[in-house]
């Protein structure tokens, strides 16, 4: 079983930066993706972020430019640099991984972390 870990999200200014952390326990495989989706008051969850363990990366529109996701393969680890905040990215940031292995197909997503963009 995998369990994903979530730290790093808080009170932050607009303009300022954040780094969000999600590790994950357990085997998840060597073909998997690992990202982020938020979700906001009222709002449905969107994605984010992902970053592929062949490094591939893909952003939603909105953060392309800001945010940038990286990966630890040997901690299981998979970071987001959040710079230049905004309001509106005010969420619960939730982290997930998507473990390919043999046809089978697993989903793991974390607890959530609260960002808040606010002066």
């Known amino acids: 079983q995998v369990q994903l870990v979530e730290s790093g999200g808080g009170l932050v200014q607009p303009g300022g930066s954040l780094r969000l952390s999600c590790a994950a326990s357990g085997s998840i495989g060597s073909t998997n993706n690992m990202g982020w989706y938020r979700q906001a008051p009222g709002k449905e969850r969107e994605f984010v972020a992902t970053?592929?363990?062949?490094?591939?990366?893909r952003y939603v529109v909105s953060v392309k430019d800001r945010f940038t996701i990286s990966r630890d393969n040997a901690k299981n680890t998979v970071y987001l640099q959040m710079n230049s905040l905004k309001p509106e990215d005010t969420a619960v940031y939730y982290c997930?991984?998507?473990?390919?292995?043999?046809?089978?197909?697993?989903?793991?997503w974390g607890q959530g972390t609260q960002v808040t963009v606010s002066s």
């Open positions: 970053k592929t363990s062949g490094g591939t990366s």
């Open positions: 997930y991984v998507q473990k390919f292995n043999a046809g089978t197909y697993n989903e793991y």
